[in-house]
């Protein structure tokens, strides 16, 4: 899954179970599987990202699933958007990690990916990702304002959200998404495999 970039992911999984943990970015009981239920579950999220995009990851919090897509991608360009300084403080310092070579494709942008002022920085972008950030609805009427017609959004959901999706449809749709459909990733990995919605945003 990271091939040449394993040692920096080990790296940032370091990280989560130290100072993830001590500034609540982690809890504690999820220290034991970080690498199943949060990382490799994130990093499936690479196949649905097409080939040298343009990723925002919003409401990125302790990097997820940014941090392992983009170590999984060396290809695309990641902006991680977080509100809360703690959080940017925390991927900042795992952004800072990398090897300076590679780092110029990362940014950390604090702010909400509704606010205009974040729109204008982000510039245009061709993937917006998002775990467990808000109900499909809500997340979309944050994100819309970031994507451009054609821009994707692909959404790491639980269990419950994919049972909801067909009722949600038409409301996506009537916010301006297109094509509106789960997808599963990461068959190779057994329990950490997932299932994401991914939608485009219609044109204007």
């Not at 199943?36 to 990093?43: D, G, K, P, Q």
């Not at 990202?49 to 990125?60: C, F, K, L, Y």
């Not at 941090?67 to 695309?76: N, Y």
């Not at 009537?174 to 329990?191: K, S, W």
């Amino acid at each position: 899954m990271f091939a040449g970039a394993l040692p920096l992911a080990e790296e940032y999984v370091a990280r989560l179970a130290s100072g993830g943990v001590v500034r609540g970015l982690i809890g504690p009981r999820e220290v034991s599987r970080l690498w199943e239920r949060h990382v490799l579950n994130s990093a499936a999220v690479a196949e649905a990202v097409p080939e040298g995009a343009r990723v925002v990851d919003v409401g990125s919090g302790a990097g997820l699933p940014g941090i392992p897509l983009g170590l999984a991608r060396p290809d695309v360009a990641l902006t991680l958007v977080e509100p809360m300084a703690r959080r940017v403080e925390f991927l900042e310092e795992v952004v800072a990690a990398l090897p300076p070579e590679g780092r110029r494709r990362w940014r950390v942008l604090r702010g909400r990916a509704e606010e205009r002022a974040v729109a204008a920085a982000v510039g245009e972008i061709d993937v917006v990702t998002a775990r467990a950030v808000a109900p499909l609805p809500r997340l979309v009427g944050w994100c819309r304002g970031l994507m451009r017609p054609g821009s994707q959004l692909v959404a790491l959901v639980g269990a419950r959200a994919l049972e909801e999706l067909p009722g949600m449809v038409a409301e996506l749709e009537a916010a301006g998404m297109r094509n509106v459909h789960p997808r599963a990733v990461g068959a190779e990995l057994g329990n950490a495999a997932t299932t994401v919605v991914v939608m485009t945003r219609g044109a204007r």
